[in-house]
Every structure is written in structure tokens, then in C-alpha cells.
């Protein structure tokens, strides 16, 4: 406790605090622009560090990593379209809900729980990191598997009202992440010759182009004209726009979320993008009201964004504890290490315990600040609504592409964008679910890679996950999410017959 | 003409259903050309493109039957209401999309100005294409009362600017120049 008080105190010698200032504000505006994520802050201001000691160089660091992750929420309650990957579900219920007049309390609700959900990963961090880091060793392959296709079912969950619809954009999802490279043997699958196409479609131009792109042709139609007549309806127009008995409402819903991010993040290979839908889905699963979810309800949002940022604390346990990055945004940290002549592993508790509770109080003060900063912004966010459609939304479009650019500097990505989102556009105007194609998108190479690998090592006896009890528990749980939704599904259509009758 | 464009909205689910289908018949077609060698798990690279499209393709396929039995149900009923003068043929389905049409056409513009734009952005350069497209598209999208010409063209080019030079000298990210490759 008092290493981590003098982690704390830390961040608040000489240049560290204002920098971290500066790395959330930063974050939050690169999370905010559509395309630019947490990944391309650090990996730009990574150079700057190199002349800092490293106290100070991984605060500012950590506080570019929560601003970016947190800011995502902006984009995606206020236009509809998400900054990141992390919080493509923000956008189901975060934009209803600044549609139907609500923005301080959408954007209040993502900040708060954003707050609470990196807390909550921050403190498994500090907590359990070797114990977990453990636990994380013991997923192989069938494990991976497992959760593949455990995830993989949530898609009959945000299938929406039609259940072939959503069967099928989450197997477009699948299908769209095949093209390029096969997973374990390498080959070219649907390039047709085209070399650009051998790494497959970037995450952020395809999810962006489908989320944006629709949402700028449906201004340019006059669909979106009607946005935020009044931003603070209710009796909590301000503050953070909910009650405090609003919050506690929320206590199992953020549980969940937050579990399921920090788990995700614990995982390598799966990160932020994965476990905002992952536990939007799994909250509307079990939740008493599925139906409400997607219409602008609170608990959609504290499920993706308390996800999201538990992500980051559960990120960091293999990064530290093992020396294994997650994610992209750990790969750039541990790079960060090394310059820093540093190895991150078990013997890092030891050998720089100074440092590594410096970054565990970096993490809680880069949030703090980052609710300060949300708080005071969202007076500042809402009024971008103010600015007429016909000027916002053009320059959205360009600031899209410039971040779809920026992900490896190519014009290929460019054309990603472009291509999902008239694919997005096809899609909504036939009325399919978007949702499911994000799922099927962002699982579809783990299942694949799994998959082959576990019937390579078991030689293909399905008998293997009897003797693998995490498997065998994601498995179970895939069995009763199937037969949950088959009843529901024909007890719905019994009751339409009936009421047909 | 406008017969055409009734039977096709009429048909449109099945259309793109038709087309889909198209394409992922094409698409299994083309797992024939993926290399492989004797995959040691034995699926090989080709097996769960095919396992996804062989889904897809049925999949779409039910939706295909749906819709037609969906078709054929709202003919029925078209039917048995037609001498009743005060049902209207709106509430069904198909019939809304011509309602659609006044807001399609700027939907169309803002469309292709989008393609043209990002097809635009290589040869033209980042500031010139982006100039031309905001401000094309606040010219056409804003209506005749709140066009403001000077206002458009100032912000285009300023913002545009802006954001190019951010992006360039800030951050180095290197957006194309086109040919306006001296800045």
C-alpha cells in the first residue's frame, strides 16, 4: 500500500503532472476522431520519451493510453460513429440516447463507468497480477477455442428481431476477416492476385466505414436533422446527467462488464475491441429487459465502456507479469521497456518495484484525470451537436479517412473505409444487424487459428475438452446460450401465432 | 418506367438476396483456387472459408423462401382488400420505399461525391480533393436558406488546411500530396 502511495506521489513530481495532463487531453481527442485510437498517440509520442526519465516517460505513456481508450466514447454517443475499436458498442445505446435528448447523461454515464471500469481493472492489476498472469498460462489453444466459440454464440444475442439476418452479417463479419492470409499455413485466401489485400482489412478503416459512412449519407438525406433538440432532458441536467441511485442500479451490469474486460485483457491476442461487444452482449443476455437494449438505456453503455477500460488494467497484467503484451497498445509499451533497458517479466516486482508501482499509480491518476477532464468537456463535447449537419458532417468524412490513413500510413486503408461503408450502407438499408458483424469480424481469425490448431494437436478427438475444464466450462455455457435462444426464439413465434390467431 | 421502379422496390429483398447469393456461389468457386498443401490438421486453408459460405449461401437462401412467402402472403392480402377503397397499399413493406425517393437523391450525391472523394484523394492530394468534397458537400446538403458560399469556401479551405498541416508537421503522418506535392 505504501508503494503504491509512492507511486502515487510519483506522478505529481516536477514535469510528470502536467505532462500527464497533456497525455489524457491528447488521448481523449485522438480516442475522439474516428480512425485515430490509443495505438497511434503512444506509437507517435513514444519518440518524445526518449530524452525522459522513465518515471516520467511511462506516466505520460499510461495517461495517452487511458485518455485514447476513454475518448472513443465522444464520437460514438455523439455522431454515432465509433472512435475506436473499444467502443464500437457504445454506440447501440449512446447515440439513441443522445438522440432522444440525452447527451450529458449518455456521455456522463460512458465517462463515469469508464472511470469505474478502469479501477476496477487497475486494482485485479495490483492485486492478483502474478496470480492471474498464472492463470493466463494455462489457456491454450482449446481454451482460446472455447472462448471463440463461446463468443461466437453471442452473435443469436445481438442478432436483433431477424434471427437469419443476424445469423448472416455475423458470417459476412467471419467472412470479410478471411480475405488475406490464412491463419497457420500462410496462403492467400480471395485476393485475387491483389497483393494490398495479403494482410487482410485493418480493424479500425472497417469497422469505421461501416459505422461512419451510413451515418453521413443518412445526414446528407436529412435523416439526422432532428439530433439533440434538448441535450439535458430530465431532472439531472447536470453534473454527470444520473441520479446516484441511477449508478448503483448499474452495480451488477458494471460487475459483469468490468470482469468480462479484464478477463478479455488478461488473454493475450484479444483486447478492448472485443470485450466492449463481448459484454454488451452478455449483459443484454442476462439481463431482465434484452428488448430495451439498443433504444438508448444506460446500461448498454456502462456494459461496453466499463468493458473497455477494464481492458486496460487486465492489458497490463502479461505485459508486467509475464512480459507478454495483449494488444497493440502493450506491444508499443513493451517497446518502451526495452528502450528504457528494461525487461518486463516476474522478476520485474523486484528488480523495479518503484517503477511498476509508479505505472499502477499512473493508471489512477491518468483516470482521475481523465473524469475531470470528460466532466468539464462534456459542456464543450454536446455543443458540436450545435454545429449544423452540413458543415459537421463533411469534415467527419475527412477526419475518417486522415485516421484510416494514419493506420500504416497507405491509401489502401483508405479504400477499406470506403468499401465498408458502402457495404454498411447495403447492409442497413436491407435492415441488417450491424453488431454481429463486428463480433464475427474480431473472432473470426482466433477461431480459425484455434480451431486448426486443437484438431492438429488432438488429433482431432473432440474427447480433448473433457480434459480441459476451462474449456469444458465455455463450452457448457455455449450449449445453454444456443438452447436459451432456440426456446426464446420459438416461444416468440408461438406467441405471434397466437396473437395472429 | 415508374411500373419498373415499383416492381423493383416491390422485389428489392429478393434482389440483393439474389445477388448475395451471386457472390458467395462465386466465392466458393474461388476456395478451389487457394494453395494448399497436405495441411497437417487436416482442414487445410480452405475448409472454413468453405464452411462459412456453404452457411451463407443456405442461410440466404431461407431468407429467399421467407421473403417469398412474405411476397406472396402480402399479395394475398392486396387482394382481399382491393375492393376496399380506404386500405391503403402503404402499410406494407414494399410500398414505403417510394416514399423514399425525394431524400434518395441527395442519399445518391452524397454517395457518389464520397467515392469520388476517396478515389480522388491519391492523384489530388489530401487538401485539394478534401477542399472539393466539404465544400460540395455543404453547397448541395445545406438548402437554399442557409447557403453561405464565403462561409463554405473559407472553412473548406481553412480547416482542411489545418488538419494537413497538423498532421504533417505535428504529428508526421504523411497525407498525399498530390499535386500540389510543394507542400
Redesign the interface.
Known sequence: MSMLLQGIINCFSGITFPLMIFGVAVGIIFGAIPGLNASIAIA?FLPLTYTMNPITAFAFLVALHIGGVSGGLVSACLINIPGTSSSVATTFDGSPMVKAGYGRKALGTGTVFSFFGTIFGVLCLIGFAPLLAKFALKFGVYEYLAIAIFSLSLISVLAGKDM??G??AG??G??VA?VGV?P??G????T?GNHALDGGFSLVPTLVGMFA?PE????????NNATVISLSKGEHSRGFGFSLKEMFAQTKNFLLSAAIGTGIGILPGIGGGTSNILAYATCKRVSKHPEKYGTGIMDGIVASESANNATIGGAFIPLLALGIPGDVITAVLLGAFTINGIAPGPQIFETHTVLVYTIFGALLVANLIMLILEYFGINVFVKILKI????L???I???C??GA??VS?N?FD??T??GF??LG??LQK?EFPRPPIVLGFVLAEM??KN???T??FSK?KISVFLTRPIALVFLVLTILILLVTVISQVRGRKEKFDDDV | MKKLQKSISKFRELIMAFIFLAVYVVLYISTYHIRSIAASDGLGPRFTPRVVLICLIGLTIILMIKETVRLVSAKKHENRSSEDATVDASKTKEDKAPKEHPALDKGTISIISLILYVLLLKPLGFVLASVLYVITQMFFFSGKEKRKPVLFICLGIGLCLVIYLIFKKVMYIGLPSGILSFM
Request: proline share 3%; aromatic share 14%; with cysteine.
Open positions: 507517435l437469419v439476418k445469423l448472416l458470417l459476412i467471419i467472412l478471411m490464412a497457420v499455413d496462403f492467400a485466401r480471395f485475387f459512412i453521413i449519407v443518412k445526414s446528407a438525406q436529412g435523416k449544423p449537419q452540413h458543415i458532417m463533411p469534415f468524412m475527412v477526419l479517412c486522415v490513413y494514419s500510413n491509401i483508405v479504400y473505409l470506403l461503408g458502402l450502407l447495403i436491407f477461431f480459425e480451431l486448426r490448431r484438431i492438429q482431432g
